[in-house]
């Protein structure tokens, strides 16, 4: 069974195009939208994501929105415990996709990590 993981150097995530995201003003409280909102930078990436070293320059003080965490994915998107694993692969691979592309090296990196036999 896949188990996920965030990858190092991937930042899918941090790409923050509300065109890509349209919905994600009913699943944050309007402070956690202008919150998001003050994140986007011109190019749709977060003002944050550092794109030479492909992480997060905030990532221990980063909104909760942005963790992946059970009490995150409950209050957010009302996902079970239980269920978080199966929907944060789900969103990693429609992220990854949409930012990267099908069959990106970022994708090809996640589906190793989370233990999906590629071979």
């Given at each position: 069974?896949?188990?996920?993981?965030?990858?190092?150097?991937?930042?899918?995530?941090?790409?923050?195009?509300?065109?890509?995201?349209?919905?994600i003003?009913?699943?944050?409280?309007?402070?956690?939208?202008?919150?998001?909102?003050?994140?986007?930078?011109?190019?749709?990436?977060?003002?944050?994501?550092?794109?030479?070293?492909?992480k997060?320059?905030?990532?221990?003080?980063?909104?909760?929105?942005?963790?992946?965490?059970?009490?995150?994915?409950?209050?957010?998107?009302?996902?079970?415990?239980?269920?978080?694993?199966?929907?944060?692969?789900?969103?990693?691979?429609?992220?990854?996709?949409?930012?990267y592309?099908?069959?990106?090296?970022?994708?090809?990196?996640?589906?190793?990590a989370?233990?999906?036999?590629?071979?």
């Amino acid at each position: 069974m896949a188990t996920w993981t965030c990858i190092q150097g991937c930042g899918a995530c941090c790409h923050l195009d509300l065109s890509e995201r349209p919905d994600i003003q009913e699943y944050l409280s309007a402070e956690e939208f202008e919150r998001y909102l003050s994140l986007i930078g011109p190019d749709g990436w977060c003002i944050h994501f550092d794109h030479d070293e492909r992480k997060c320059s905030i990532y221990a003080e980063r909104p909760g929105f942005c963790r992946v965490t059970p009490e995150t994915f409950k209050r957010l998107y009302g996902i079970d415990p239980d269920d978080l694993n199966e929907f944060a692969i789900s969103c990693c691979r429609e992220q990854i996709d949409a930012v990267y592309g099908n069959r990106s090296l970022e994708g090809l990196k996640f589906e190793q990590a989370i233990g999906l036999d590629l071979g």
